[in-house]
């Protein structure tokens, strides 16, 4: 059964930085992708940034540009570090990984 646990959210200030974590456990990580999404309240989730198993890289629109995704599958972790964050990316951080998801790391960018 595939666990996923995010950390690194929190309160930053407009144009700050966050790196997000996801630690995965029950699954061979390497051999599958896995991504970050996020939902704001009162709208869908929607992608972040996705790594394919060969580190291939997709991104949404929405952080295109002020975010990277990357993975160390030694540590069956994966990241994503976002730069020039506002107040519009406020929201909760989900990790998907072989069709699971985890619990959601919020995210506020407030002064």
């Known amino acids: 059964q595939v666990q996923l646990v995010e950390s690194g959210g929190g309160l930053v200030q407009p144009g700050g930085s966050l790196t997000l974590s996801c630690a995965a456990s029950?699954?061979?990580?390497?051999?599958?992708?896995i991504g970050w999404y996020r939902q704001a309240p009162g709208k869908q989730r929607e992608l972040v940034a996705w790594?394919?198993?060969?580190?291939?890289?997709t991104y949404g629109d929405s952080l295109k540009g002020r975010c990277t995704i990357s993975r160390q599958n030694a540590k069956n972790t994966a990241y994503l570090k976002m730069n020039s964050l506002q107040p519009e990316d406020t929201a909760v951080y989900y990790c998907?990984?072989?069709?699971?998801w985890g619990q959601g790391t919020q995210v506020t960018v407030s002064s």
């Open positions: 790594s394919t198993s060969g580190g291939s890289t």
């Open positions: 029950g699954s061979t990580f390497s051999v599958s992708g």
């Open positions: 998907l990984h072989r069709e699971t």
